[in-house]
């Protein structure tokens, strides 16, 4: 093993690339100017974001990159079955009200100590994130929060007018958000101002932290699930042969890194906005003051309004439970899953397979009884109002940018000229991309950010001859780490349109959630990510190119 440590470092071969591309032939170099202008136009936001992606649809068939039907057939693949079936199962969520007694539940549990409070919030809206749309889970969140926050301001009469509402329907002026986001144009109740002029500073506090924290939550939660997220799915089918990223191996790497996110992201927000005596951490039961009495009640009110759980809520969990369980048993990786049962369909299978299936049941199963007309527990119009065909759009353009990179022979090139870096350590490498890609993130959509980077980094990894999982999947990880801006993603305007929040709140916030956020993921992949991917050995699914740099980990 000495000996060939000894021989690694004495000589350390240069990557000679296949002379494939005749310089003569200029197909690499259209490729670059599409990915340019798609990339200018995705930061700037000229044209609808969904639109941008439509540009190789037009442009490579023009510029003699690819065949109009292979550009075609790249736009449409396993992603969007699987994004078909979780929006399915959203939409029975959400239509019989599951989110609320989840959320509410979660929040009872923990207390109304405001501390505590915070995290029973930040706690349910991350658990709805990872299964629908963090935009979506945001605003199933938020008004229940609004209404909490108001309960908790006016028993302190610090200055709200107006009577006690105690159905929780706020009062405001209604908005319509445009956000230029993938997915979102979304209506908004914008409660009156009066939290955000209080004379009580703890109490404005409180309000700035358990906002930013619902939209951070949101987005932590995300990461959690391959399809919690539109950069994870993107990440998923860079390498259609790889097996080793299912729903259970990724659940098993995520899950800890949003549960550290989570908890520091509370202690970090609690004192940033609230202070630094902790004290609450281990004091329980007391006297509760006016404000909790406030916030128990509304939350009591609220979740004894939802009634005995009804049928409709009760087939829609089980279906929900049932497409977990699948997702994590058909192939664990650690024993035969149920997807061993065809063996003559090794491969055939997938979880877009499972959760379509699932959301296939919820347009026939009967939400009723046989006393009523039949009814289906969800319709194809309240599907179609949920699905986010423009981010459908979106990340089918960046699948098909990808696939022109590796047609047009951009992807070797860039490869080449970026194998300078791995002269460096790959954790080294690793990071450098990692903070590149947080930075872009904040600026552009994250699903477009994935689209740029993931095309460029495979091909790095591959001309470093590292495992592409060992890059691929920080640089993936933290394309959703969108914190510092309103615009920085959907779930961040809608919590700023509230009004308790200023840029400068959010910015100081995100600063800090993104290093911890950094930090975590780094944790991982370095830890128990390694053993979890096999991420220092170098895959047979990946290309070997010849005269490969043979950095390792």
Same mark, same amino acid.
């Given at each position: 093993m000495q000996k060939k440590e000894a021989q690694r470092s004495s000589l350390k071969p240069k990557p000679s690339f296949p002379s494939n591309r005749d310089r003569n032939n200029t197909t690499d170099y259209r490729c670059a100017f599409v990915m340019l202008l798609m990339a200018v136009y995705w930061v700037t936001e000229v044209i609808p974001l969904s639109m941008t992606a439509m540009l190789p649809a037009i442009l490579f068939p023009i510029l003699g990159i690819m065949k109009s039907s292979n550009v075609a057939r790249a736009y449409f693949n396993n992603f969007h079955f699987l994004l078909v079936g979780v929006i399915c199962l959203g939409t029975s969520i959400e239509k019989w009200g599951l989110h609320r007694r989840i959320a509410l539940r979660l929040v009872t549990i923990v207390g109304v100590n405001p501390a505590w409070l915070m995290l029973g919030f930040m706690s349910g809206c991350s658990f709805l994130s990872m299964w629908v749309q963090n935009t979506s889970a945001v605003t199933m969140v938020m008004p229940i929060v609004e209404a909490v926050l108001q309960q908790i301001l006016k028993a302190k009469k610090s200055g709200c007018s107006g009577k006690d509402n105690p159905n929780l329907q706020l009062e405001g002026r209604l908005i319509t958000l445009h956000i230029g986001q993938p997915s979102l144009e979304c209506r908004k109740i914008i409660p009156p101002a009066c939290p955000a002029t209080s004379s009580n500073h703890k109490d404005r506090m409180l309000c700035k932290a358990m906002c930013i924290g619902i939209a951070y939550s949101s987005s932590i939660g995300g990461i959690t699930t391959l399809p919690g997220t539109s950069p994870n799915l993107i990440f998923?089918?860079?390498?259609? %042969?790889?097996? %080793?990223?299912?729903?259970?191996?990724?659940?098993l790497l995520c899950l800890p890194i949003s549960v550290m996110m989570l908890l520091l992201t509370w202690i970090w927000l609690y004192w940033l906005f609230i202070g630094s005596d902790f004290k609450f951490l281990w004091q329980c039961g007391g006297k509760m003051s006016e404000k909790e009495k406030a916030a128990k009640k509304v939350i009591e009110e609220e979740y004894n309004s939802l009634g005995a759980m009804r049928p409709q809520e009760i087939i829609t969990g089980v279906v929900f439970v049932l497409m977990v369980l699948l997702w994590l048993t058909r192939s664990p990786g650690f024993m035969p899953g149920w997807a061993s049962l065809f063996p003559n369909h090794s491969g055939y299978m997938t979880d877009s397979t499972v959760a379509l299936m699932l959301g296939f049941l919820l347009f026939i199963i009967p939400a009723y009884g046989p006393s009523r007309k039949y009814e289906a527990m969800i319709s194809w119009e309240e599907f179609q109002a949920l699905m986010p065909w423009k981010v459908a759009l979106l990340v089918g353009g960046g699948f098909a940018l990808a696939e022109?990179?590796?047609?047009?022979?951009?992807?070797?090139?860039v490869a080449e000229l970026l194998t300078p870096?791995?002269?460096l350590p790959v954790l080294a490498t690793i990071t450098i991309a990692s903070i590149i890609v947080t930075t872009m993130t904040e600026l552009t959509s994250n699903a477009a950010t994935s689209n740029i980077f993931l095309p460029i980094l495979a091909?790095?990894?591959?001309?470093?001859?590292?495992?592409?999982?060992?890059?691929l999947i920080p640089t993936t990880l933290c394309t959703s780490f969108s914190f510092l801006l309103p615009v920085s993603n959907p779930p961040n305007a809608v919590v700023f349109s509230y009004g308790h929040i200023s840029i400068l709140d959010m910015v100081k916030a995100g600063l800090g959630v993104n290093v911890i956020g950094l930090l975590a993921v780094m944790l991982a992949v370095g830890t128990w990510g390694v053993p979890l991917f096999s991420l220092n050995t170098y895959p047979d699914w990946a290309p070997v190119l010849p005269g490969f740099n043979s950095t390792m980990p």
């Amino acid at each position: 093993m000495q000996k060939k440590e000894a021989q690694r470092s004495s000589l350390k071969p240069k990557p000679s690339f296949p002379s494939n591309r005749d310089r003569n032939n200029t197909t690499d170099y259209r490729c670059a100017f599409v990915m340019l202008l798609m990339a200018v136009y995705w930061v700037t936001e000229v044209i609808p974001l969904s639109m941008t992606a439509m540009l190789p649809a037009i442009l490579f068939p023009i510029l003699g990159i690819m065949k109009s039907s292979n550009v075609a057939r790249a736009y449409f693949n396993n992603f969007h079955f699987l994004l078909v079936g979780v929006i399915c199962l959203g939409t029975s969520i959400e239509k019989w009200g599951l989110h609320r007694r989840i959320a509410l539940r979660l929040v009872t549990i923990v207390g109304v100590n405001p501390a505590w409070l915070m995290l029973g919030f930040m706690s349910g809206c991350s658990f709805l994130s990872m299964w629908v749309q963090n935009t979506s889970a945001v605003t199933m969140v938020m008004p229940i929060v609004e209404a909490v926050l108001q309960q908790i301001l006016k028993a302190k009469k610090s200055g709200c007018s107006g009577k006690d509402n105690p159905n929780l329907q706020l009062e405001g002026r209604l908005i319509t958000l445009h956000i230029g986001q993938p997915s979102l144009e979304c209506r908004k109740i914008i409660p009156p101002a009066c939290p955000a002029t209080s004379s009580n500073h703890k109490d404005r506090m409180l309000c700035k932290a358990m906002c930013i924290g619902i939209a951070y939550s949101s987005s932590i939660g995300g990461i959690t699930t391959l399809p919690g997220t539109s950069p994870n799915l993107i990440f998923s089918e860079i390498y259609p %042969d790889c097996n %080793d990223i299912n729903f259970g191996n990724w659940l098993l790497l995520c899950l800890p890194i949003s549960v550290m996110m989570l908890l520091l992201t509370w202690i970090w927000l609690y004192w940033l906005f609230i202070g630094s005596d902790f004290k609450f951490l281990w004091q329980c039961g007391g006297k509760m003051s006016e404000k909790e009495k406030a916030a128990k009640k509304v939350i009591e009110e609220e979740y004894n309004s939802l009634g005995a759980m009804r049928p409709q809520e009760i087939i829609t969990g089980v279906v929900f439970v049932l497409m977990v369980l699948l997702w994590l048993t058909r192939s664990p990786g650690f024993m035969p899953g149920w997807a061993s049962l065809f063996p003559n369909h090794s491969g055939y299978m997938t979880d877009s397979t499972v959760a379509l299936m699932l959301g296939f049941l919820l347009f026939i199963i009967p939400a009723y009884g046989p006393s009523r007309k039949y009814e289906a527990m969800i319709s194809w119009e309240e599907f179609q109002a949920l699905m986010p065909w423009k981010v459908a759009l979106l990340v089918g353009g960046g699948f098909a940018l990808a696939e022109g990179t590796k047609e047009s022979g951009l992807s070797l090139w860039v490869a080449e000229l970026l194998t300078p870096l791995g002269n460096l350590p790959v954790l080294a490498t690793i990071t450098i991309a990692s903070i590149i890609v947080t930075t872009m993130t904040e600026l552009t959509s994250n699903a477009a950010t994935s689209n740029i980077f993931l095309p460029i980094l495979a091909p790095l990894a591959e001309a470093i001859h590292v495992n592409p999982l060992y890059v691929l999947i920080p640089t993936t990880l933290c394309t959703s780490f969108s914190f510092l801006l309103p615009v920085s993603n959907p779930p961040n305007a809608v919590v700023f349109s509230y009004g308790h929040i200023s840029i400068l709140d959010m910015v100081k916030a995100g600063l800090g959630v993104n290093v911890i956020g950094l930090l975590a993921v780094m944790l991982a992949v370095g830890t128990w990510g390694v053993p979890l991917f096999s991420l220092n050995t170098y895959p047979d699914w990946a290309p070997v190119l010849p005269g490969f740099n043979s950095t390792m980990p």
